[in-house]
Structure formats: structure tokens, C-alpha cells
């Protein structure tokens, strides 16, 4: 036993809350699918450290079928960018069901490519590559997703082979409007295959959390995707994930998700967990009756809906305040009033662009009325992200034009690069190591040329 077997615990309970459940039918227009056991229920869920926890049957192999789709289609995103891959096919909502003709009026480009239609032209846009042809590709980008070596079943692909006409119908149709860039025949069988590429509930989660976790299999430590290309992803599943339910599940689940005939559903709660259920049993719409209510009520459970502002940070600005405050402040009281004068201002934690507005804020709170010199501590900041540094830059630009110095502690360089912030500050921040050594530095700058043996640097060109 130990705390972590809490979250297993969790799972467990819903994996019995909803065990009894028995509606719903195994999918029988891919004959094989009988053969899977109806009472099979697994649960699993992977966190953004790459810890895996389950329930039931999360290890008892089942095929991707449409859960291949959202994989296949970053595939395509990595080949040939959104550009490219939208002149194909689009990414509105069909509101029918998976195996419908949901083609644009006019061009024959499929709605999206969560549904059939959209997945065949999806697969036909990953190229055969120098000595490795498509398919080999797709599943060597499934298995990275997994972070293992996955197979194909193929009695199921057989079986999908050998009954799959109206996919075959649908391609041609796409044929016949221009829209499919390559053989039909050809298309269709690379795109059976890729639904009968075998994983596990356990699988399923690590291929969401690798979304979730902004293309990195947090298990693997390795990048599969860029992020950009995950989020695009996630987007679409959001909208078109789960087909003609993809409204109603985005309401009450609020997670971008993923369903397949076998009975595999995965959802992505992004920068927080991957999600995956196993379940046999179908409803109309082709989702897992199991699946769909443990997902929803693990959403729940976990607060998980993207509606919910997760990402509101606890406590960004630790401490504004003025440096006579500081417990190292002299107690001379000449000393005290030039400390009085000089701002101090302390950040914690992962800065985004949310956090940067925070610290900016601070710092103009900061200090006295006659705009002394701040200090900004961010020994405590983790890191920040491209679009909080450009707007930290910015505004200890605007400070220095408005004629307001800062001193920075920052042995990590969290402000990053000296060079970087000279270019977007117009000036070489003084660097300190301690908030101290910083703030009697400012106060001694304050003191006048007489008092002070270091000058502040100089500011340089440029800065915005
Ligand atoms: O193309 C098909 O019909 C199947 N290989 C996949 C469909 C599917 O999984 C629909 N999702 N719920």
C-alpha cells in the first residue's frame, strides 16, 4: 500500500460504480469484433509525470479503430502542416454519425477527419517515405505515442478487409470529387490497418497524456509531435472527436476525446492527465456505454472540464514591498529613508503570460511615489514561457523609458539569455544573487555618484 494507491483507489471505485452496467452492443459490422469479451471494463489514467494508474481489464488487448484517427492526423500535421492538410480535409463538426458522407458541397472534402470519410483522405495524405512506406510510418508514430512497440491485429484487419465496403464506397466517392490525392483501394486498406493497430487501456492513456502533455510522452521523456501540432489536435478532437455527440460531450464532460468501435475511449485533460477507458459494449453513436459515463464522471471527479479555468495559478507575486522592510535593512535612518525609495517584488513558480501580467503589475505597485529603483526577484520562478518573457521584456523596457531602473535576481536566468534581454530591454539588467546584495545596491545608486562605486550600466539601443 502507499498514498499514491489513492488515485488507483478512485479508479477502482468507478470502475465498480459502473461494472453492472450492461447496455449497449459489441460493434458486428467488423465480424471479429464479436469475439471480444462484453464483460471486458479497464480504466486507466496517466499523469503529466508519467505515472500510470488503472482498474479492471486496462492491460486486455483490443484495436484502435477511430481512436488511430486523431494520431494519424498529427502525422499528417507534421508531414504537411495545417495549410496543406486543410485543402483536403476540413475541421467543422459533421453533426452525423462516423460512417457518413459528410462531404463539403462543392469541393467533396470531408467535414473533418475524426469521421471515416476524413480519416481514409487523412491516411492517404501520410507519404511513403525513402525505404518506409506509409503504413510503416503510422505505426511507428502510434507506437511512439504509446511509448511502445505496438501490432497489428490481423484477423481484425481482415475481417474490416473483407466487409469494409461501404468505406471503399466512400473513398471512391471522394475519388470522383478530386479530393483524394491517391488510389482508393490503396487508402482504405492503409487506413484498416491502422484501426486494427492493438494497444490497451493502458496504452490509450499514455497516447492521450503525450497530447495532453503538449506532444511529449510523458512516460518516454520523448517528443512525438511539436506542440503546436498536439494542440491543433486536441482542438479537433475537442470539436469532432466524438461525432454527433461531440456538442453534448464537450458540455458535460469538457474534454477533447476520442471513441472507437472496439471500445477504446481516451480523453485528454490538457497539462493535467490522459484518460482511457475499455469497453465492448457500443452505444448508438459508437462510443463505449462504460467508457463514456467513467470518463465523464473521472472528468468530474478530477475537475477536469476545460471550462472550469484550471489553469488560474495559485500565487504568482510572493512579496511587493520596499526595501527598508527587508530584514537585512540597516537601521541608520538615512539608510532607511533611501531603502524606503527602492521596490522589492518576488515571483514564484511557472511564469505564462497570465503570471508575466501579474509580476508587471507588482512592479508598478511597487516602491514609492517618486518611481525609485526595483528589485525583482525571481529566484523562486521555475521558468517562463516564450510569450511571458516577451511581455516581462516589454514592460522592464517601458520601466527604464520611464526612467524607473530594475535590479534583477535571477541566478537561473529564468529572464533568460543576457544577450536576449539586452536586445528587448535596451539595457543590461544589473544581475545580484541575493535580494540583499540588490536592494543595497539600488539604495546606493540612489545615494548619488558620492556614495555609490558602481554605476548602474548604461542603457543600450534598441528595447522595445
Ligand atoms: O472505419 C470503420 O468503420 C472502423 N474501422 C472504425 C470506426 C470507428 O471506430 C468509429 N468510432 N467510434
Redesign the pocket.
Known amino acids: 500500500m502507499s498514498a499514491s494507491e489513492a488515485v488507483t483507489d478512485a479508479l477502482r471505485e468507478l470502475h465498480a460504480r459502473f461494472a453492472d452496467v450492461h447496455e449497449g452492443r459489441q ?1 458486428d ?2 465480424p471479429e469484433l464479436t469475439r471480444s469479451d462484453p464483460g471486458d471494463f479497464g480504466l486507466a489514467l496517466v499523469s503529466m509525470d508519467g505515472h500510470s494508474y488503472s482498474a479492471g481489464a486496462a492491460d486486455a488487448p483490443f484495436t484502435l ?3 488511430s484517427k486523431p494520431f494519424v492526423y498529427a502525422l499528417a500535421l507534421v508531414s504537411l502542416g495545417l495549410d496543406g492538410v486543410s485543402r483536403w480535409v476540413g475541421a467543422e463538426p459533421s453533426g452525423e454519425a ?2 457518413a458522407i459528410s462531404l463539403e458541397p462543392g469541393t467533396g472534402r470531408p467535414a473533418n477527419a475524426m469521421v ?1 470519410a476524413g ?1 481514409i483522405v487523412t491516411t492517404a495524405l501520410v507519404p511513403d517515405s525513402r525505404g518506409e512506406p506509409a503504413f510503416g510510418r503510422i505505426l511507428s508514430c502510434l507506437s511512439r505515442f504509446a511509448g511502445r512497440k505496438l501490432d497489428v491485429d490481423e484477423d481484425v484487419y481482415g475481417s ?1 478487409a473483407a466487409t ?1 465496403d ?2 471503399r464506397a466512400l473513398a471512391y466517392l471522394i475519388r470522383s470529387t478530386g479530393s483524394l490525392p491517391v488510389d482508393p483501394v490503396q487508402a482504405v486498406d492503409t ?2 490497418r491502422q ?2 493497430v492493438r494497444a490497451t487501456a493502458v496504452d490509450l492513456a499514455v497516447m492521450a497524456a503525450t497530447l495532453a502533455y503538449g506532444g511529449v510522452n510523458p512516460v518516454t521523456g520523448e517528443r512525438v509531435v511539436p506542440s503546436g501540432i498536439a494542440a491543433q489536435v486536441l482542438a479537433v478532437m475537442a470539436t469532432c472527436g466524438m ?1 454527433d455527440s461531440s456538442g453534448d460531450w464537450l458540455l458535460r464532460v469538457g474534454l477533447p476525446a476520442k ?4 471500445g477504446g475511449l481516451l480523453a485528454a485533460g490538457p497539462a493535467r492527465f490522459g484518460l482511457a477507458a475499455y469497453s465492448p459494449l ?1 452505444d448508438a ?3 463505449s456505454v462504460r467508457g463514456r459515463a467513467a470518463l465523464a464522471a473521472l472528468s468530474e471527479r478530477l475537475g477536469l472540464h476545460l471550462m472550469k479555468n484550471p489553469a488560474l495559478p495559485g500565487s504568482t507575486v510572493t512579496l511587493v514591498t520596499t526595501a527598508d522592510v527587508l530584514p537585512s535593512a540597516p537601521s541608520g535612518r538615512l539608510a532607511r529613508a533611501l531603502r524606503e525609495r527602492v521596490g522589492v517584488v518576488a515571483a514564484q513558480g511557472a511564469l505564462d503570460f497570465t503570471a508575466a501580467e501579474r509580476v508587471l503589475y507588482a512592479l508598478d505597485e511597487s516602491g514609492s511615489e517618486d518611481a525609485g529603483p526595483v528589485v525583482l526577484d525571481l529566484r523562486e520562478v521555475t521558468g517562463a514561457d516564450s510569450d511571458a518573457l516577451v511581455l516581462l521584456h516589454a514592460g522592464l523596457s517601458r520601466l527604464a523609458r520611464e526612467g524607473r531602473r530594475a535590479a534583477v535576481v535571477d541566478p537561473g536566468d529564468r529572464l533568460g539569455p543576457p544577450d536576449l534581454v539586452r536586445e528587448r530591454t535596451g539595457q543590461d539588467l544589473p544581475r545580484f544573487g541575493s535580494r540583499e546584495e540588490a536592494a543595497e545596491q539600488c539604495a546606493r545608486v540612489l545615494a548619488g555618484p558620492g556614495r555609490a562605486p558602481t554605476r548602474w550600466p548604461r542603457p543600450t539601443r534598441g528595447g522595445r
Not at 471513441?259 to 472496439?262: E, I, L, N, P, Q
Request: proline share 0%; net charge neutral.
Open positions: 460493434a459490422y467488423i479503430q477511430s481512436v462516423f460512417n471515416n480519416a474490416e469494409g461501404r468505406n487506413y484498416f484501426c486494427a461525432y471513441s472507437g468501435v472496439s457500443l453513436s459508437g462510443t
